[in-house]
Each structure stands twice: as C-alpha cells, then as structure tokens.
C-alpha cells in the first residue's frame, strides 16, 4: 500500500527528499506520517501532514530543517530534509491513517494503519 524511498548516506549538513508513493484511495482522506527509528531506540514520530495537505506538524528538533509535502493527484507524500545531523541517522518509515475530514492532524503510531516498507538515512559526521 506504501512504498518509501529515497535514503541514503549524506555528510552531517547535507540533504535527503523522502518520497512515499501510496495505493490508497482517497488518498485526500489519508493523514500521513513519517516516523524513524534510529540504532537502539523506539520510533517515533518526525512530521506530519493532513489529508488536504494544508496543515503540517513536526517533532521539534526537526522544526525548520523538515518539511513535508504531498502531491493527492499522484498520491505521494515526501520529506524534504535539510541540515541533516548525525541524530537524524534511523529507518525512516511512511503511514497512513484515514480520517473523516481532510484536516484531521494524526501523530500516534497506533493511529496509523498503513506503513511502508522503511528507508535507512544514514547522516554521517
């Protein structure tokens, strides 16, 4: 239902564009999520974006270097990230959670039904 790419490794400073292509429909009822979960930590959430695509929300060490996006005529939603740090370092997963108004923010991982496969961002020093 999600597939995610797009990782890779980057120097400390760099930047990466997650993309995660979606099935579902309607894609516009769909919040969706990006999460990560780096080396011998739990997952958490990174950035979020509403079904309409107006609304998005972030972990606050994220703020100002993430952005994220979608695209509802093809179903992608994507991650731009910028001023990678070593910390960002983790798999990074795309979900999706459907919502009854396109406006609804989702950030709990138990909320989200659909997850994608994981990409690995690598943020070296």
């Known amino acids: 239902q999600l597939q995610a790419s797009g990782g890779g490794l980057v120097q400390a400073g760099g930047s990466l564009r997650l993309s995660c292509a979606a099935s579902l429909q309607p894609f516009s009822h769909y919040a969706m999520g990006w999460f990560r979960q780096g080396p011998g930590k739990e997952r958490e959430f990174v950035a979020g974006?509403?079904?309409?695509?107006?609304?998005?929300y972030y972990k606050d060490d994220v703020k100002g270097r993430f952005t994220v996006s979608r695209d509802n005529a093809r179903k992608t939603v994507y991650v731009q990230m910028n001023s990678l740090k070593p910390e960002d370092t983790a798999l990074y997963y795309c979900?999706?959670?459907?919502?009854?108004?396109?406006?609804?923010?989702?950030?709990?991982?138990?909320?989200?039904?659909?997850w994608g496969q994981g990409t690995q961002v690598t943020v070296s020093s």
């Open positions: 979900a999706a959670s459907f919502t009854s108004s396109t406006r609804v923010r989702v950030t709990a991982s138990s909320a989200f039904k659909y």
């Open positions: 974006i509403t079904g309409s695509g107006d609304i998005t």
